[in-house]
């Protein structure tokens, strides 16, 4: 079983609707969770982090329960450029690293 | 101010050649990173860095050795090259578990 684990879509959605985004993970020593994007044929950049507590970045929702080792994110309003791969990712501090998920592809059409 | 740089940016090599990718960073970051990732799939850490001298195995160090003998630069290195090497590689550096990516090297063994 792999340490991340994503459902990979493709999710297709219209402009303006609401669009959300699973992810689990195993590894119990994991302490930090991310989003990051990833447009086609470019480097990740983090989109946002992720709290027990939940955050919001304008149209962006993130979650993490602990007790369930499960993440979540919320895309509300959906725009054409929101069209690229999300990648969920755990990280453990103590050992310096960070485990991705395969990756979630999100298109928005017109 | 360039963040994180790779050269090469494409290269094609024939199986059993030799190359070196070059990493730097200009971020005075201690942790880097190296990761592989094929198409349609997520990133697996080949080998990884916590400081200046010292280097660790990652997911699929096999085939691929590292050295970071400066604290700004971390080196990937294929002896000999085989098809099953060819990816996209993303070298990354990390300050309180985020993690930010070079522009990628676009790895061709024929």
């Known amino acids: 079983r792999k340490e991340v684990e994503q459902d990979p879509g493709p999710f297709n959605v219209p402009e303006g609707a609401t669009v959300a985004f699973n992810c689990t993970y195993s590894?119990?020593?994991?302490?930090?969770f991310f989003w990051y994007r990833q447009d086609c044929r470019k480097e990740p950049k983090l989109l946002m982090s992720v709290y027990s507590s939940g955050n919001e970045d304008g149209r962006f929702t993130a979650q993490l329960n602990r007790a369930s080792q499960y993440i979540s994110l919320l895309i509300r309003d959906s725009k054409l450029s929101d069209s690229a791969t999300y990648l969920c990712v755990g990280s453990n501090t103590n050992a310096g690293k960070s485990t991705f998920g395969d990756g979630t592809t999100l298109t928005v059409k017109p | 101010n360039a963040g994180v740089t790779q050269t090469p940016k494409f290269r094609v090599l024939k199986t059993g050649q030799s190359m070196t990718l070059l990493c730097a960073q200009d971020m005075n970051h201690e942790y880097m990173y190296w990761y592989r990732q094929d198409p349609g799939m997520g990133l697996r850490l080949i080998h990884y860095?916590?400081?200046?001298?010292?280097?660790a195995k990652g997911e699929v160090p096999d085939g691929y050795n590292v050295s970071r003998l400066k604290k700004q630069n971390f080196l990937l290195g294929l002896e000999s090259a085989a098809p099953s090497q060819t990816s996209v590689y993303f070298c990354?550096?990390?300050?309180?578990?985020?993690?930010?990516f070079g522009p990628g090297t676009r790895l061709t063994v024929l």
């Open positions: 590894n119990s020593a994991s302490q930090s």
């Open positions: 990354a550096t990390s300050e309180a578990d985020t993690q930010y």
């Open positions: 860095s916590v400081g200046e001298g010292t280097t």
